[in-house]
C-alpha cells in the first residue's frame, strides 16, 4: 500500500478529470474526450452565467461553446442523459444502464401511480410512436391535485418513468427543456440491449470510482447499493472488495493527514508515484496554456470541488449558494472556485448582463495565503477572457473586483 502527499492528492483528481495541468482537449470534437475523461457530468438548467455544465466543459476544452455539448449528446448519439440526480454518460455505457433502469418498477412512488393510472405509460409511447419527438408541454395529460411529484398532469409523471425505465429517451432539448422519443429511435443499435445482471452489478462495483478517482473504503456499500438500486449486506460487499483486490482491479491506498483508507485502479497507481516524485504523467499534455499561466474557473457543481471536496481537497471552502436565501449568502448568487495552478486560490461571482452582452464580476474573494503578483493578475486575465469568449460577451464589468490595483491590471489585460 502506497502512501501520497496532499498535493499529489489534489494534482491526480484534478488530473483524472482532465483539469490540471491545463485543459487537455480542444474544439467541438473536444467535447466528447472530455466526457470519456471526466465519465459523468452532472446537468444543471440554471443559467445566471452559464449552464454547470458548459463550466465544466470550458474548463476542460479550448475554444469550447455550448453548442458543441448539444451536439455531441444528440446529434451525434455520443452521450445520453439519465437519472434522479441528472447527467450525461458515455453512450458505450447504455447497455450497463439498460440492465438496471427496470428496478424502478419497485419504487413505492411508481406502483401508487401505475395503480391510479394504468395506461398512462403506454399511452405516453403510443402518442411517441405516432408523432415522433415531444415535450411535456406537448401533451395535454390530466391535472392531479394530490400529485406533485415531477408533474402535475399524468403525462407528465408517465414520460419521467418512461425515461427511468429506459422505454423512452431524451432525444434533444430545447433550451433545457427535454425532447423525448422512443429508445429504439435515440439509442445506436449496436449500444441498444442490456447485459446481463452481472456484468451490470459489476460494471456499477467500480462506476463511481471512474469519476471520482479515489474511493473511501467504507463509502464502498453504500455507493455500490445505490448505483444498482438493491441492498448490499455487508458479506457481500466483504466479498467483493476482496475479489477486486484478489484480481488486482484495485488497490489499497492512504492519504496523509486522512485516517481512512481508500482505494483506486490499480492501474493509476503508476501515475500516483509520478506525482509523488514531482513529474506530470505525458499522457496529460495541455492542448494550452496550463492553469499556471491562465486560471480556470471551476463549475458549481464540478467533480473536484463540489459537495465537501473543496474542503477537504484544497482546505477551501465552497458552499453553491443559490439555494440560500439571500441574507444567508456569505458570498454570491453564483459563486465559482478559480483555479490556480494546482490549489483554489479566490472565487468570484459571475452574472451575464445579456442585454449589454457583459459579463459582470459582481463579487471577488481572495484566499488569505494567495499571493497577488504579476503571474497571477496575468493568469486571471487570461482566464476571464477566455470565459467571457465561451459566453460570447463583449465586455468585462470588473466593479465587484476591490483590490485597485489587480482591478487595473485586469483592465489592461483583458482582451475580448
Known sequence: MITISKQTYRRFLLGSQGLWPGPRFKGPHGAESALNTMQVLQLDPLTMVARSQDIAMYGRVLDYKPAHLYKMAYEKRKAFDYGAWLALYPMQEFPYWRAIMHRVETYSRFRMFMKNHPKAIEEVKA????????????????????WSYRGRKDSAVALFYSWLLGDVMITNRK????????RERVIPKEFDYAVSMEEAENFFATKNLTYLGMVRECRFRINWSQAIDRKISPEEEARKLADLYDQKVIAPLHVEGIKDRFFTFAENIPLMEQLESGKIPK??????????????????????SARGRAKEVFDFEYIWEVYKPEHQRRWGYYTLPILYGDDLVARLDPKLDRKRNTLQILGFWLEDD???????SDALAKGLTRFAKMIDAKKVDLSGVKPVKLRAHLKQKINL
Open 127 to 146: 402518442t411517441l410512436r405516432d408523432n415522433g419527438p415531444m415535450s411535456n408541454r406537448d401533451f395535454s395529460g390530466e391535472g392531479m391535485k394530490y
Open 370 to 376: 494567495t499571493t497577488v503578483d504579476s503571474a497571477f
Open 283 to 304: 499522457v496529460w499534455k495541455t492542448a494550452g496554456p496550463g492553469t499556471q499561466d491562465e486560471v480556470t474557473l471551476l463549475a458549481p457543481l464540478e467533480m473536484v
Open 175 to 182: 433550451g433545457f427543456d427535454r425532447i423525448y422519443d422512443l
